[in-house]
Nanobody, 126 residues
Framework: VQLQASGGGLVQAGGSPRLSCIMS????????VGWFRQAPGKGREFVAF????????YYTDSVRGRFTIARDNAQNTAYLQMNSLKPEDTAVYYC????????????????????WGQGTQVTVSS
């Protein structure tokens, strides 16, 4: 099972890019998905989470109301729509997947996840 994240790049403050995360297998609907990010010189932090069905979503406080996580199970793809970007959103963004059978509820923790994508850089210029 592999994940591939894309959609990053150089964006002006206030911009609205959308990140995508594609899973290599059709079992995507059996996985919850999280997005994390790592800013220069900092550790990786939780950004957003969506359950396998899309019925529940969670966000870290700093992005709530600006970012939206979504998924299309038919396309094996999860998305992170980012709006009103700020320079402090600059980071490498990673998607990760957690099989339902392994889920312990700790969606904010890196160890919760079974599979990680390679990351996509988002740089926000002021």
């Amino acid at each position: 099972v592999q994940l591939q994240a894309s959609g990053g790049g150089l964006v002006q403050a206030g911009g609205s890019p959308r990140l995508s995360c594609i899973m290599s297998v059709r079992a995507f609907s059996r996985y919850h998905v999280g997005w994390f990010r790592q800013a220069p010189g900092k550790g990786r932090e939780f950004v957003a989470f969506i359950t396998w069905s899309g019925s529940n979503t969670y966000y870290t406080d700093s992005v709530r109301g600006r970012f939206t996580i979504a998924r299309d199970n038919a396309q094996n793809t999860a998305y992170l729509q980012m709006n009103s970007l700020k320079p402090e959103d600059t980071a490498v963004y990673y998607c990760a997947a957690d099989h339902q059978a392994h889920y312990s509820g700790r969606y904010q923790e890196e160890y919760e996840y079974d599979v990680w994508g390679q990351g996509t850089q988002v740089t926000v210029s002021s």
